[in-house]
């Protein structure tokens, strides 16, 4: 079973960037499409990006295309979320997830589709 903790959350202004961290322990992430969520206040889990597990295949929400970056670096046995020109409405707790095996878009895209999630980072954007 796999246990994920997310790092390197904070508060940041409108514009900055951030880098979060997911790091594995008990498997490989090169093991599992791997996903970033995000929960606001009073808001539903949604979808922030996504990895499939071989291949390098990547998915994005619209709201994040172009200004975040997934990756995964099987070294460290860690997946990263860079996030730049950041906005007010990206604040957020931020989890990440982890689902074994081959997925398709649609399961990497739905919080359902996770087996193993960690307890998140906040972010805090400023306006």
């Known amino acids: 079973q796999v246990q994920l903790v997310e790092s390197g959350g904070g508060l940041a202004q409108a514009g900055d960037s951030l880098r979060l961290r997911c790091a594995a322990s008990?498997?490989?992430?090169?093991?599992?499409?791997m996903g970033w969520f995000r929960q606001a206040p009073g808001k539903e889990r949604e979808f922030v990006a996504a990895?499939?597990?071989?291949?390098?295949?990547?998915y994005y929400a619209p709201s994040v295309k172009g200004r975040f970056t997934i990756s995964r670096d099987n070294a460290e046995n860690t997946v990263s979320l860079q996030m730049n020109s950041l906005k007010f409405e990206d604040t957020a707790l931020y989890y990440c997830?982890?689902?074994?095996?081959?997925?398709?878009?649609?399961?990497?895209?739905?919080?359902?589709?996770?087996?193993?999630w960690g307890q998140g980072t906040q972010v805090t954007v400023s306006s």
């Open positions: 008990g498997g490989t992430v090169s093991s599992y499409g």
């Open positions: 997830a982890a689902v074994p095996g081959f997925a398709i878009a649609s399961t990497l895209m739905n919080p359902d589709g996770y087996t193993y």
């Open positions: 990895l499939r597990r071989s291949g390098g295949m990547t």
